[in-house]
């Protein structure tokens, strides 16, 4: 269940960083950066200076992977974040933050963010006490977040909650008890994305 094949990985030897899209594969040694720091392909040519338009480019790119999100879907939040107030960049990576596929990834209940879609669609999530199965819903603050009381939704997230490796970020809290539950404390702020990226850039291109 939301197992990512290969290539996906190639983008993190492309750009030179995780991007931690294979999960718990990520913190091993069988990662692909880890394995083979230097950019796919058998034979390495000296790359052409990256344009304007191409660093620009790659940073929507690797923000639209790092989420799972399509261009489409990209485009609304862009717009969403548009018309709020405060900073756009910001803005947009926090709703980007809210999804609750991202949310169940960064907690811990599945290795990846794809694997979180799949958790999510599958119903084994509940926010407030409601089922929800709609991976791009947006939590706020105050909502907890937890796993279905039945067996196959406990036992898929104690499996991955076994082989988590990374902290839970500030803006979540994580309940110890028999049945695994999340809290969201605050709206995540900017130092709360644990992907490198300048949003600025993303900006810029998005509103030409």
Known sequence: ?????????????????????????CDTPKCAIERRPTPPGMVQKRRPKPTDYGIHLREKQKVKHYYGVLERQFRTYFSRAARGKGNTGETLMALLERRLDNVIHRLGFAPSR???????????????????????????????????????????????????????????????????????????????????????????????
Do not use: W
């Open 114 to 208: 794809a694997a979180a879609r799949q958790v999510v669609l599958h119903g084994h999530i509940t926010i407030n006490g409601r089922r929800v199965d709609v991976p791009s819903y947006l939590v706020k603050a105050g909502d907890l977040v937890r796993v279905k009381n039945r067996s196959k939704s406990l036992q898929l997230v104690h499996s991955a909650l076994a082989d988590f490796r990374r902290d839970v970020p500030d803006f979540l809290s994580r309940g110890e008890g028999v049945i695994p539950e999340g809290r969201v404390d605050r709206l995540p702020l900017a130092e709360d994305v644990s992907i490198p990226v300048q949003a600025n850039l993303i900006i810029e291109l998005c509103s030409k």
């Open 1 to 25: 269940m939301g197992r990512i094949t290969g290539p996906v990985c190639r983008l993190c030897r492309r750009d030179g960083l995780k991007l931690f899209l294979k999960g718990s594969r």
